[in-house]
């Protein structure tokens, strides 16, 4: 399960009104609580699981899975390696326009200086504008609009060059 997905299930247990969700998978345990003095907050507890079959056999599982799970990153990492990632300073909701009806920040393509504004993260009612720390052009925007971010995650990949 990706970040993505996670998400999607909070604004979803958010919506329906439960208060509080269990999900259980082979390798990871997410809890979301919802508390109805704190209207749209959320939660979440994530933990991933020790899969059992892994203590039964390490070895011959470890030497199956290794190759297979070793080449995605790799090839991830060598195609954004050239890339500045630009990171959240704080834990919020992410923003790609100022308001709803305004144009959005910047979008991919787009050539940025160092001090333009990004985003916005809203952090307790606080709107925080996260402005670019170097120049270049947007080659992928991470985060969907109007979803949590966590403190460090990635938002934004630029091309320095």
Request: glycine content about 4%; hydrophobic content about 40%.
């Given at each position: ?40 907050v ?12 892994m ?20 090839a ?10 630009i ?68 938002l ?6």
């Amino acid at each position: 399960m990706d970040i993505k997905e996670i998400q999607n299930l909070i604004k979803f247990v958010a919506k329906s009104g439960a208060s509080e969700v269990k999900l259980e998978m082979d390798d990871l345990k997410i809890t979301i609580k919802t508390g109805s003095d704190n209207e749209g907050v959320s939660h979440v507890q994530y933990a991933p699981v020790a899969a059992p079959q892994m203590a039964q056999a390490p070895a011959q599982q470890a030497e199956a899975a290794a190759p297979a799970e070793a080449a995605p990153p790799k090839a991830a990492q060598e195609d954004t390696s050239k890339f500045i990632t630009i990171k959240s300073p704080i834990i919020g909701t992410f923003y790609r326009k100022p308001s709803p009806d305004k144009p959005l920040f910047v979008e991919v393509g787009q050539t940025i200086s160092e001090g333009d504004v990004l985003c916005v993260i809203e952090a307790m009612k606080l709107f925080n504008e996260i402005e670019s720390e170097v120049s270049g052009k947007i080659v992928k925007v991470l985060v969907d609009d109007s979803s949590p971010v966590e403190f460090d995650q990635p938002l934004f990949l630029i091309d320095p060059s």
